[in-house]
């Protein structure tokens, strides 16, 4: 019997009687991060990082039973130990290392191995089994040093504001957003945020994650106010009358997608930058060998392409059917290919 099943419900560890990211309400459960499709509402406890515990509060209800850990730190299910390792996603976010009598496998959640400066970088964990995305799982899919996209983003709004016109990003507003702001150049000018992201921020800066000031976007603002700023938005509030009564503006996405070919045009956007918190080609496949796992299941993404490449190269790898998508898809993709 595996340390892990895949079920109707989630990843189930029989020996402990509980569920990693579960999409149907349990027990138990423990969740890797506070993206919607790996913490769900509707289950009798939750255990997490410390650091996602306010983000879960905030997104779930605060009427959750939720059980906070720091990382590194061991929890014992019914014999089985678990424990929370950083996965560089965004703050808070972990792998769920999980060891029952001398196995050892774990469970990446989403990951990414450029340390953005905000989210606690991630450690690679030592095991026999190793559970990864694979959201970016195509050799074109490479990404360039943040730094170097920041400063693309950063000239941007200073050419936008020399020009009188309001910059409009769309980010998700749990990771992306503040990743973003964590790296805007604030001496360009003022950045306003929409309300759902400056209520995830306001929960960030409750617990001491450093944030650069921002302004919530109110209707009672007068359009000249936004002349020259830089705001940020998430993806649903783009191209809508929320952005028209900024004034006259240019919009841009900042995602892993923009990295496909036509897909500026597809969103109607006037720029894309390619950043993602999700690992590249070369990240997935150099954290895969770092882990030493034999054994590789692929849960979201390209899965059947990036498990055939994986056996390929000497792995037990299998792709997974499971309800999670990754957090980009909302951001970036038309309808037609969000289960893609």
Same mark, same amino acid.
């Given at each position: ?179 973003? $702001?964590? +790296? ?8 306003? #945020? @929409? ?6 921020? %306001?929960? =960030? ?104 490449? $994986?056996? +390929? ?8 059917? #499971? @309800? ?6 909302? %951001?970036? =993709? ?7």
């Amino acid at each position: 019997m595996p340390l892990l099943e895949f079920t109707d419900k989630g990843m189930y560890c029989r020996p402990a009687d509980c569920f990693i990211d579960p999409w149907r309400p349990v027990r138990k459960a423990l969740i890797t991060h506070g993206h919607s499709d790996h913490a769900r509402s509707g289950h009798a406890q939750y255990i997490a990082t410390r650091l996602s515990i306010p983000v879960l509060k905030h997104r779930l209800g605060s009427f959750h039973h939720f059980q906070g850990v720091e990382y590194g730190e061991e929890v014992f299910v019914n014999g089985v130990r678990f424990s929370f390792h950083p996965a560089g996603h965004i703050v808070g976010s972990a792998q769920i290392r999980v060891e029952h009598k001398g196995e050892v496998w774990v469970v990446s959640g989403d990951y990414k191995t450029e340390d953005d400066g905000i989210s606690t970088a991630l450690d690679v964990q030592k095991c026999h089994t190793f559970i990864t995305e694979s959201t970016f799982g195509l050799p074109s899919f490479n990404w360039q040093p943040q730094q170097e996209i920041f400063g693309e983003i950063n000239q941007w709004w200073a050419d936008n504001q020399s020009k009188g016109l309001v910059s409009i990003i769309s980010a998700y507003s749990l990771g992306k957003a503040q990743r973003l $702001l964590s +790296h805007l150049d604030t001496s360009i000018g003022q950045i306003f #945020t @929409h309300g759902a992201i400056e209520n995830t921020n %306001a929960v =960030l800066r409750a617990q001491g994650i450093d944030l650069p000031p921002t302004t919530k976007v109110e209707n009672s603002h007068a359009r000249d106010r936004f002349q020259g700023a830089m705001v940020i938005a998430p993806p649903s509030a783009m191209q809508s009358a929320w952005t028209r009564k900024l004034g006259p503006s240019v919009e841009a996405a900042v995602s892993g997608w923009m990295a496909i070919r036509g897909i500026k045009r597809r969103r109607n956007i006037d720029y894309g930058f390619i950043l993602s918190d999700h690992a590249d080609w070369r990240g997935l496949n150099d954290t895969i060998r770092e882990t030493g796992a034999e054994r590789v299941y692929v849960t979201h993404g390209y899965t059947e392409i990036f498990a055939n490449w $994986l056996r +390929h190269q000497g792995y037990d790898a299998q792709a997974v059917v #499971t @309800h999670f998508e990754g957090d980009e898809v909302e %951001a970036t =993709l038309p309808q037609e290919t969000m289960e893609g």
